[in-house]
Structures are given as structure tokens and as C-alpha cells.
């Protein structure tokens, strides 16, 4: 493979926008050598630009073979089609719907056995003949990228104003490894949020192109300080969980206590997580640095005495739980955001003489709260009054997690939660004004179902990453099969040992009840078409299992909602294993091509929390659209090895999911649109275009969370 013809961050540029770099060679190939590589990209699902096969054509035979290889393996594994694909029942779904009773529970009970024994025992049976695949699939179109986009990606992860995904740390460190020390358009003027700011400057620092004199243009607290030392350390920079802090060079002791020295009044945020910074403390030795940093070394000793300070939080605490309105406002007001966060308890807690004050307050300071908070409570005032029966909560930390609590938010007098919102509207546009005009504006009205990515902590990696409650359309066809596979083997040098995961689809009525399910314990139901492809209990070279579900049966059986599950039986979590992932497919045509068929696959997606039960999807019929879950559950054995002991909570999460209420991309483009453009009725009039397939995406997360959430 050539450098000049293969770049080495292509699989990551093709796997974030379907882009590829390809230099430009001085040949002239004839179309046919570029005609076959397109041909087994359709088999993908995939095709390229115009401008791309451009390009390829200007390769030679080798750079094109280089650049081709290098595109197949990323978009096979993309898709799932590194692996080998073979069920219990290799001519599923008709062999499991005309097995008889008999059969399934022979073979259910020797493969069981086998296991048992340490043996892998599956059933054997001629593989049948399928007929080609003749579904009609849609190609995604690859484009040609250049470096310039790849440098603009960095600084918007670096940029964002919201918390970046795991996956997105993993292209990022990709990113500064590969451009160094040259970081001319990668760092961004400002690096707002705190915990992508922390990762950053660890990367750096791992790779020593930073000093203490570029990290004192981003650091303003003491909190920042600690992050980067958990980032250094490995640990949750959200600070949501502790972390073990090993032992820390000479040169990095002085420069973080120098960073802390800085600062103008640290104890206060010392105080605010003091057991961190104790333990912090003890691997940093403060105080061989008293006669360089003295103002440091003086707030770590009051810290270590117990001097508590006067904290802000504290004296609001106290205010609010008197209830004192008038001096939580008074406090409140001095920090802005901290009055966003809290006003709706605020405006609860005030009586309606003193509810004009708060919201005067609000209304004054509302240019001074970040752009993602303001927007967060113009959509929670907007649907305020909404009388859903629970409201979904998402924990922070690194766990993808969401709760359901009874809905019993006292009342709000609409027109104060009205005047919330305008309040909101009036500073977000007078903010996004100043921005550079966008001209003519095409807003997309499909974009009022996809989210704004205000947290993409817990993110699991995806053929397609949206944001959690995000409602995308399903596919033309008739049938949904889910596909899971996983591998045993080795993990951080440790064996994992016998591997069982189960897949599973669960149904729910429009009442949010359990009507039945599809799963090692129910291969097939006799009141709608749905098959399970067999439960295979161990993957020492990898194991899949698959689930049909005929869409207008499943229907007429009084179901809507699809759960797609994964269940951990051997109670490994998944970030245990090797590799896990679940995906699914919308087929026309079932019984044509193969069991796994690249082209048609939807979705993928990497199963890789600390966590035994994976929820990455939810369907609903009535609508055909998938709403995004992507959560995961820590459970015991004994209470999650099956859907059976489960039903209440995950009907209680399709219920949290489907009343969810989070800011649309569709909105978030409207206030920019109003407030730097004109709106247009069409794409083919606009100088900017904001929708699903064109122009600015849901796709371009990062560009989102840095150029539209600033």
C-alpha cells in the first residue's frame, strides 16, 4: 500500500463522513478496472461520487488496488461482514418455522449438554440454496475528502460544547497523533467544555507537545486541574466515578500544582471535591513546590486542615431549603448558568408575587448562560405542562443509563414557563446573530426527529451514531431481522472463558404492556410470523444469532413497539469481550441472498459498556421509525438472564423513550436560521442547506457541537 494513494486516517474519515483521501495520480485508467471495484462495493451497500471515481481514475493499478483494499476492509467491517455468519439453523427463518417441537428441543438439549462437557455441539444440516439477493437497496455515496477537513474535524471535537463519545476520544487521539507537534488549524481559540478540554490537553501531554504555557490559555479552575489529572490517569473525567491516581512524574507534579498556583481563589473548588483532591494531593507532594508556588502549596494545606470555605453552593442550599427566594436569587444571579440549571425549583418554590422577579432575573442574565444550557430549558419549559405519566432521566457518567420516575413536577402557571421561553429565544438569537450570515436557509422538516447531541458521553460506537431519542425512519420491506455476534478469547491478557449471548426481541402494546417475545426461550410464536435462529451458548471462533419478525403480522397481533435486547447469560460484561456487536436489517425478501447480507444492513452497533443487558434500539410499527435507546443495564444473574424476569422495566423504558422531550436539531438550526439567513422552500434555492441527506447533517456531530452549539 502506497502513502500517497492510501491515507492512513481514511478508515476514520469513512467511518465519521463516508469520505476518503485518495492523492492524485498522472495515469488514465480505463473504466473498466474502476468499474469492477464499484460493483463490489454495491455488495456493501455503498457507491462512490462522481468526483471520487474521478480520481480513482487517476490512479495506477497498484495505488488502486492500495486505496481499494484499504476502502472494502473498513466498509466490511463497518457493516459486519468481517466475520463469519453461521446460525444453529443454517436455512433460517424456514427451517426454524417448519422444524417440528420435537427437533428444536433435541437439538436445544444437545447443544446444552455439549457445553456442559466442553463440547460444541450444533446441529448439522445441509446448507439449502438460496436464491440471489433481490432486494432493492439504496447505495450511500462516498465522496472524496482532502486534509483540511480532516484538521477541521480535530478542532471540533476539541471545540464542542458538550461531552464527545468515547469513540470520538478514540479518533481524536488518532487525529493529534497523526499531525504531532504541527498543530496549525487543530487547536480552536477556546476549548469550552471542560471534560473534552481535560482529554485533550492528556493527549498532549502524552505525546509532549504541550507546556504549561498552552494549557494556561484554556485552564481557569481548579476543577479543570483535577480533570486532567484523572484524564492522565485514566479515569472519568465527568468525575462521576473515583479514580486511582498512580504514581506522577517530577515534571507533571510541577506543572499541575503550577496550574493550580494560578489560579485566583482555588479552595472553593478544592472543597467542592476534596476526597479527589486529597488523594490527588498524596502523588503530588505540594509542598516541595511551597517556595515556587506558594499560593498552591497554602491551599492544599487548608484543604488537608479541613477549612472549609464558604462555598457558593452551600449558602444556596441553605437559602432554598429555608425557603429564602429572595436570597437564593441574590446568590444565583452572580452565576448565571447555576440560576438556568436551578430555576425551575427556583419558580416552584417562589410564591406568584415573587415568581416576576425570577424571571426578570433570568431574563437579564440569559446572555450569559452557554448556549446548550439555554437551550436544554427553552425545550423543558416548552413542555412543561405535558402530562406524561414519567419523565425519563439520563445519570451522569460514562454508563449508558436512563430511568423512568413517576412524572410529579408540581405545576407551573403557563405563562410563566412561556415567558421562560422567550426569554431563551430572545438571548439565543441575539447570540446567534453575531455569527457570519448563512444567506438563504433550506430547513429540512424531517430534522424535528433528530436530537441535538448535547451529551455524547456514553455514545456506543455505530455504523450510524445518533442521539439517544432521535426517530429515524425504517427502510421500505416487510420484515425486520436483528443479527447479534459476539467472540470469546483473551481481554487485557485474561481469558474470558465460555461466552453466552442472547438476543432477544420483546413486544409492547400502545399501552406500553408485554405481549410476547422472541428468544432462546420462544424460537417462534404461532400468533404472528417471528423466528429466532437458535440459541448458541458458546463462541470460542465466534457465534451469531439472528431474529425475524414479520412487520404487518407482528401488528395485527396487537403489538407496536419492537425492544431489541442483548442479554449477557454468562454474566460477562461487555466490555469484557473481544468483540460483541448487534445491528439490523430491513428486508423485502427474506428467503432471497444470504442470511447476513451487507447491502441491507441499517444499523450496527459495538456492544462495549460495563454492563449485561444492551438496549440499543427500539421500533415502532404504527410509525415505522427506530428510536435510538442505546442504553445499557447492570444486572444480576439470577434477575436478567432472560425477558421473562424483565418485562415491567423494559416496557417502563419504552415508555420513558417515546415521551421523551429533548431539544430537535430541527429547532436548533431554526434559531440559527432565523437569526443569520432567510428561509427558503427548497435546497436547490438555498446557500445553506440543514437536512437528512444533504448539506449539514445529523452526521456531522462534531460540527454541530462546536460551530452550532458555541
Same mark, same amino acid.
Given at each position: 500500500m502506497t502513502a500517497a494513494a492510501a491515507h492512513p486516517l481514511n478508515p476514520l474519515f469513512l467511518r465519521r463522513r463516508r469520505k476518503l483521501i485518495a492523492a492524485a495520480g498522472g495515469d488514465a485508467l480505463p473504466v473498466g478496472y474502476v468499474a469492477a471495484a464499484l460493483k463490489n462495493l454495491e455488495r456493501l451497500g455503498y457507491t462512490t461520487s462522481p468526483r471520487l471515481l474521478a480520481r480513482l481514475r487517476t490512479l495506477s493499478e497498484r495505488d488502486l488496488a492500495a486505496v481499494y483494499g484499504q476502502l472494502v476492509s473498513t466498509l466490511r467491517k463497518l457493516k459486519g461482514a468481517d466475520v463469519a455468519w453461521r446460525p444453529m439453523y443454517p436455512n433460517?427463518?424456514?427451517?426454524?418455522?417448519?422444524?417440528?417441537?420435537?427437533?428444536?428441543?433435541?437439538n436445544a438439549i444437545l447443544h446444552y449438554l455439549g457445553d456442559w462437557v466442553g463440547l460444541r455441539i450444533l446441529p448439522v444440516y445441509p446448507i439449502a440454496d438460496r436464491p440471489p439477493l433481490i432486494e432493492a437497496v439504496e447505495l450511500e455515496v462516498i465522496d472524496l475528502g482532502d486534509d483540511g477537513e480532516l484538521r477541521a474535524m480535530a478542532r471540533d471535537l476539541i471545540g464542542a460544547a458538550t461531552s464527545i463519545s468515547a469513540t470520538d476520544k478514540d479518533d481524536l487521539r488518532a487525529l493529534l497523533a497523526h499531525y504531532g507537534a504541527d498543530l496549525t488549524d487543530v487547536l480552536p481559540p477556546a476549548i469550552p467544555h471542560k471534560e473534552n478540554l481535560a482529554f485533550t490537553a492528556a493527549v498532549l501531554l502524552e505525546h509532549r507537545v504541550a507546556s504549561d504555557v498552552l494549557l494556561t490559555r484554556y485552564f481557569r479552575t481548579a476543577t479543570d486541574v483535577l480533570r486532567l489529572a484523572v484524564a492522565r490517569a485514566g479515569g472519568d473525567v465527568s468525575l462521576a466515578a473515583p479514580t486511582r491516581f498512580g504514581r506522577i512524574g517530577r515534571a507533571e507534579r510541577r506543572l499541575l500544582v503550577a496550574l493550580v498556583d494560578r489560579l485566583a481563589a482555588p479552595d472553593e473548588d478544592l472543597w467542592r471535591h476534596r476526597e479527589a483532591w486529597l488523594r490527588l494531593g498524596e502523588r503530588l507532594h505540594p509542598g516541595e513546590f511551597t517556595t515556587r508556588f506558594p499560593k498552591a502549596a497554602a491551599a492544599f494545606a487548608r484543604l488537608r486542615a479541613g477549612e472549609r470555605p464558604a462555598t457558593f453552593n452551600r449558602q444556596v442550599e441553605r437559602a432554598l431549603r429555608t425557603p429564602d427566594v429572595e436570597a437564593a436569587l441574590a446568590r444565583l444571579r452572580t452565576r448565571p448558568g447555576e440560576l438556568a440549571r436551578r430555576l425551575d425549583h427556583l419558580l416552584r418554590l417562589?410564591?406568584?408575587?415573587?415568581?416576576?422577579?425570577?424571571?426578570?432575573?433570568?431574563?437579564?442574565?440569559?446572555?450569559?448562560?452557554?448556549? $446548550?444550557?439555554?437551550?436544554?430549558?427553552?425545550?423543558?419549559?416548552?413542555? *412543561? @405542562?405535558a402530562a406524561e405519566a414519567?419523565?425519563?432521566?439520563?445519570?451522569? @457518567?460514562?454508563?449508558?443509563?436512563?430511568?423512568?420516575?413517576?412524572? *410529579?413536577?408540581p405545576s407551573l402557571p403557563a405563562a410563566t414557563s412561556a415567558a421562560v421561553v422567550a426569554a431563551c429565544e430572545v438571548a439565543l438569537r441575539a447570540r446567534f446573530a453575531r455569527r457570519p450570515a448563512l444567506g438563504k436557509?433550506?430547513? #429540512? $422538516?424531517?430534522? #424535528?426527529?433528530?436530537?441535538?447531541?448535547?451529551?455524547?458521553?456514553?455514545?456506543?460506537?455505530?455504523? *450510524?451514531?445518533?442521539?439517544r431519542g432521535s426517530r429515524v425512519p425504517l427502510p421500505a420491506g416487510t420484515t425486520l431481522r436483528f443479527f447479534l455476534w459476539w467472540k470469546e478469547g483473551l481481554v487485557r491478557g485474561k481469558p474470558t472463558g465460555r461466552v453466552d449471548i442472547d438476543l432477544t426481541a420483546a413486544l409492547y402494546g400502545a399501552d406500553f404492556g408485554y405481549r410476547e417475545h422472541i428468544s432462546w426461550t420462544n424460537l417462534r410464536s404461532a400468533k404472528y410470523r417471528g423466528a429466532h435462529s437458535g440459541d448458541i451458548t458458546s463462541a470460542p471462533n465466534g457465534a451469531c444469532e439472528f431474529i425475524d419478525l414479520d412487520v404487518a403480522s407482528v401488528r395485527a397481533f396487537g403489538a407496536r413497539y419492537v425492544v431489541a435486547a442483548a442479554y449477557a447469560y454468562t454474566a460477562q460484561p461487555?466490555?469484557?469481550?473481544?468483540?460483541?456487536?448487534? @445491528? +439490523?436489517?430491513m428486508r423485502r425478501e427474506p428467503g432471497s441472498g444470504e442470511i447476513f447480507e451487507p447491502a441491507t444492513v441499517v444499523d450496527r452497533v459495538d456492544l462495549a459498556a460495563d454492563r449485561r443487558v444492551c438496549v440499543p434500539a427500539?421500533?415502532?410499527l404504527v410509525t415505522r421509525e427506530v428510536i435510538w435507546t442505546d442504553v445499557a443495564y447492570h444486572a444480576q444473574p439470577q434477575t436478567m438472564a432472560a425477558i421473562e424476569s424483565n418485562r415491567s422495566s423494559l416496557g417502563q423504558l419504552v415508555q420513558a423513550m417515546t415521551v421523551l422531550h429533548k431539544?430537535?436539531?430541527?429547532?436548533? +438550526? @431554526?434559531?440559527?436560521? #432565523?437569526?443569520?439567513g432567510t428561509r427558503v422552500a427548497t435546497a436547490a434555492e438555498a446557500d445553506t442547506v440543514f437536512a437528512v441527506d444533504a448539506g449539514i447533517t445529523p452526521r456531522d456531530h462534531e460540527a454541530i457541537m462546536a460551530e452550532y452549539l458555541a
Open positions: 433460517f427463518p424456514r427451517q426454524v418455522m417448519e422444524a417440528s417441537d420435537g427437533e428444536l428441543y433435541v417562589a410564591t406568584p408575587a415573587q415568581r416576576p422577579a425570577v424571571l426578570a432575573a433570568f431574563a437579564t442574565t440569559a446572555a450569559e448562560v452557554a448556549t $446548550p444550557v439555554l437551550l436544554q430549558v427553552l425545550t423543558h419549559f416548552e413542555h *412543561r @405542562g414519567v419523565r425519563p432521566i439520563f445519570p451522569k @457518567g460514562n454508563a449508558a443509563k436512563v430511568i423512568a420516575v413517576p412524572n *410529579r413536577l436557509v433550506y430547513l #429540512d $422538516p424531517r430534522l #424535528d426527529k433528530y436530537l441535538v447531541p448535547f451529551s455524547q458521553r456514553s455514545a456506543s460506537k455505530a455504523l *450510524r451514531t445518533l442521539v461487555f466490555c469484557n469481550l473481544p468483540e460483541c456487536f448487534v @445491528g +439490523w436489517m427500539i421500533f415502532d431539544t430537535t436539531l430541527h429547532r436548533l +438550526w @431554526g434559531l440559527h436560521a #432565523d437569526a443569520r
